[in-house]
């Protein structure tokens, strides 16, 4: 019997000893650096530790907090993508609220004035256009720029353990990639805010006074669940395994289930009309206004994966793609606004002209491999985890 009871001690132990612990959670590494500072928070609904908002913590710890940064779908994490949003005050806790999308992608000098201390803490995806980077960035620059600390509390990187894609070239630069690096790279937002600074990516090559919380128990390639979704329609584990491979989708007339119950699990468009599956988006909360809205849409259903499997293959899925623009009816119109959009979320127009050539797939990869290389070098530099 004490055999038995040693054994799930034992058991015990090591599973809580390998539970990841977010750099949020880690308060003894930077609540006393806030004490009596000002301090501006970048957050949004994933900024939580222990089921409490990190706000509200804050402020039960007395820190002051003198406002919100709030990125693309805003601070409770409602608006959809690429929507406006407007400055505003949170109810809840009377702090004031400045969105970072839109046009005022960058905090500006007024902005920052009186501010000693910027906290970020954002669960990002782990993939180069998902736009939470962009805001990352330019909170480095402006704060670079008006002598403002950075406080980064680092987050798993649910689709850690990949790097693969096409490497980003600068003159394709947009708020969905900003980076010369691959669309995975397995990296945690921890790592990766000391690549851009050490790298010197900010405007004019300035660093920022950067700090980053670190994770605990964490290993990259750890499959990792998000208890809150990173944004409206990434809404479980799968549909963030499979969105690296399925937003190429959003600059062509295919629809990725935006305005369904199924985000990021399925693809379809009206020209795709051999497929047995369908469905027809409507508008929803994070989708007021989906692709091909009320028109049945014809494709493939992938809710049926297993995310851990998807998580395991090490790569992009590019055969979704290729095989929708083969088979499609309107080639001519499967890229949007004569490609601009594919190209900037692919980072150059050239895995656009190879589909269009009908390259395969293997001489498509064959033709990333010499930079994903060079990057993994650069990369290396940075690690913070085995």
């Given at each position: 019997m004490k055999a038995i009871f040693l054994l799930l001690w034992l058991s015990l132990m090591t599973l809580s000893a390998t539970v990841i612990s977010t750099g949020a959670q880690n308060t003894k590494a930077y609540l006393s650096a806030l004490q009596n500072k000002n301090i501006a928070v970048v957050v949004n609904p994933s900024s939580t530790l222990n089921h409490q908002h990190l706000v509200d913590f804050l402020q039960s710890q007395k820190?002051?907090?003198?406002?919100?940064?709030?990125?693309?779908?805003?601070?409770?994490?409602?608006a959809d993508a690429g929507e406006h949003l407007k400055d505003g005050v949170d109810l809840k806790s009377g702090l004031s609220i400045i969105s970072l999308y839109g046009k005022h992608k960058k905090p500006t000098p007024q902005d920052l004035e009186g501010v000693d201390i910027i906290l970020f803490d954002i669960q990002d995806?782990?993939?180069?256009?998902?736009?939470?980077?962009?805001?990352?960035?330019?909170?480095?620059e402006a704060a670079a720029e008006n002598g403002v600390k950075v406080i980064v509390l680092d987050r798993p990187n649910p689709n850690g353990g990949r790097i693969d894609g096409p490497l980003l070239q600068k003159e394709f630069r947009s708020f969905v990639g900003l980076h010369p690096v691959p669309i995975l790279y397995d990296m945690t937002i921890g790592e990766y805010a000391l690549m851009i600074n050490g790298e010197r990516w900010l405007n004019g090559g300035i660093k920022a006074d950067l700090e980053v919380i670190p994770l605990q128990n964490y290993h990259h390639g750890d499959f990792y669940t998000l208890s809150i979704k990173p944004s409206p329609n990434l809404p479980n584990d799968l549909s963030i395994a499979l969105y690296p491979s399925l937003t190429f989708f959003e600059g062509t007339n295919f629809s990725v289930g935006r305005g369904t119950s199924r985000q990021f699990q399925l693809y379809g468009a009206p020209t795709y009309k051999?497929?047995?599956f369908s469905f027809v988006p409507t508008p929803q909360a994070g989708a007021k206004y989906p692709k091909h809205q009320g028109k049945r849409c014809y494709g493939v259903d992938l809710s049926y994966l297993d995310a851990h499997k998807e998580h395991a293959r090490g790569s992009l899925n590019l055969a979704y793609l290729l095989d929708a623009y083969h088979q499609s009816s309107d080639k001519k119109g499967f890229f949007l606004n004569k490609g601009g959009f594919f190209d900037k979320l692919s980072g150059s127009d050239r895995l656009r002209e190879q589909i269009m050539a009908g390259e395969s797939e293997a001489k498509i990869r064959a033709s990333w491999q010499k930079d994903l290389d060079a990057f993994k070098a650069i990369r290396e530099q940075y690690l913070l985890y085995p």
């Amino acid at each position: 019997m004490k055999a038995i009871f040693l054994l799930l001690w034992l058991s015990l132990m090591t599973l809580s000893a390998t539970v990841i612990s977010t750099g949020a959670q880690n308060t003894k590494a930077y609540l006393s650096a806030l004490q009596n500072k000002n301090i501006a928070v970048v957050v949004n609904p994933s900024s939580t530790l222990n089921h409490q908002h990190l706000v509200d913590f804050l402020q039960s710890q007395k820190i002051n907090i003198v406002k919100i940064f709030a990125p693309e779908h805003g601070f409770r994490g409602t608006a959809d993508a690429g929507e406006h949003l407007k400055d505003g005050v949170d109810l809840k806790s009377g702090l004031s609220i400045i969105s970072l999308y839109g046009k005022h992608k960058k905090p500006t000098p007024q902005d920052l004035e009186g501010v000693d201390i910027i906290l970020f803490d954002i669960q990002d995806v782990g993939v180069r256009f998902y736009t939470y980077l962009s805001t990352l960035h330019y909170i480095l620059e402006a704060a670079a720029e008006n002598g403002v600390k950075v406080i980064v509390l680092d987050r798993p990187n649910p689709n850690g353990g990949r790097i693969d894609g096409p490497l980003l070239q600068k003159e394709f630069r947009s708020f969905v990639g900003l980076h010369p690096v691959p669309i995975l790279y397995d990296m945690t937002i921890g790592e990766y805010a000391l690549m851009i600074n050490g790298e010197r990516w900010l405007n004019g090559g300035i660093k920022a006074d950067l700090e980053v919380i670190p994770l605990q128990n964490y290993h990259h390639g750890d499959f990792y669940t998000l208890s809150i979704k990173p944004s409206p329609n990434l809404p479980n584990d799968l549909s963030i395994a499979l969105y690296p491979s399925l937003t190429f989708f959003e600059g062509t007339n295919f629809s990725v289930g935006r305005g369904t119950s199924r985000q990021f699990q399925l693809y379809g468009a009206p020209t795709y009309k051999d497929k047995n599956f369908s469905f027809v988006p409507t508008p929803q909360a994070g989708a007021k206004y989906p692709k091909h809205q009320g028109k049945r849409c014809y494709g493939v259903d992938l809710s049926y994966l297993d995310a851990h499997k998807e998580h395991a293959r090490g790569s992009l899925n590019l055969a979704y793609l290729l095989d929708a623009y083969h088979q499609s009816s309107d080639k001519k119109g499967f890229f949007l606004n004569k490609g601009g959009f594919f190209d900037k979320l692919s980072g150059s127009d050239r895995l656009r002209e190879q589909i269009m050539a009908g390259e395969s797939e293997a001489k498509i990869r064959a033709s990333w491999q010499k930079d994903l290389d060079a990057f993994k070098a650069i990369r290396e530099q940075y690690l913070l985890y085995p």
